[in-house]
């Protein structure tokens, strides 16, 4: 497995922006299509947004559509997810993911189920 953990989370005013890293070490990570995830209080965990291995294909959640963007940088080991025009409804803890499938060049992996690595998390929250 992949060892990953998360940053870049705080508290911010509706309408601003912040950008969550998530840094990876063991397991190949350039091996791998990765993913964000989100839960807050109450809610299930769900699905924002993931990448493909080859960093070329990317998946939104419609919640998020336009407003984030994923990226990840092989050399540093880390993906990225930048959020921007944030709503209070984006509140919630962040986690990234490494999916368990690896060596597929375009492969995403969108249900939970398809990520084995999971990163501790970072709470995001966005004043009204």
């Known amino acids: 497995q992949v060892q990953l953990v998360e940053s870049g989370g705080g508290l911010v005013q509706a309408g601003g922006s912040l950008r969550l890293s998530c840094e990876a070490s063991g397991r190949t990570f350039s091996t791998n299509a990765m993913g964000w995830f989100r839960q807050a209080p109450g809610k299930e965990r769900e699905i924002v947004a993931t990448?493909?291995?080859?960093?070329?294909?990317?998946y939104y959640a419609d919640s998020v559509k336009g407003r984030f963007t994923i990226s990840r940088d092989k050399a540093k080991n880390t993906v990225y997810l930048q959020m921007n025009s944030l709503k209070p409804e984006d509140t919630a803890v962040y986690y990234c993911?490494?999916?368990?499938?690896?060596?597929?060049?375009?492969?995403?992996?969108?249900?939970?189920?398809?990520?084995?690595?999971w990163g501790q998390g970072t709470q995001v929250t966005v004043s009204s």
């Open positions: 990448i493909s291995m080859s960093g070329t294909i990317t």
């Open positions: 993911a490494s999916t368990r499938r690896s060596g597929d060049y375009y492969y995403i992996g969108v249900r939970g189920s398809e990520y084995d690595s």
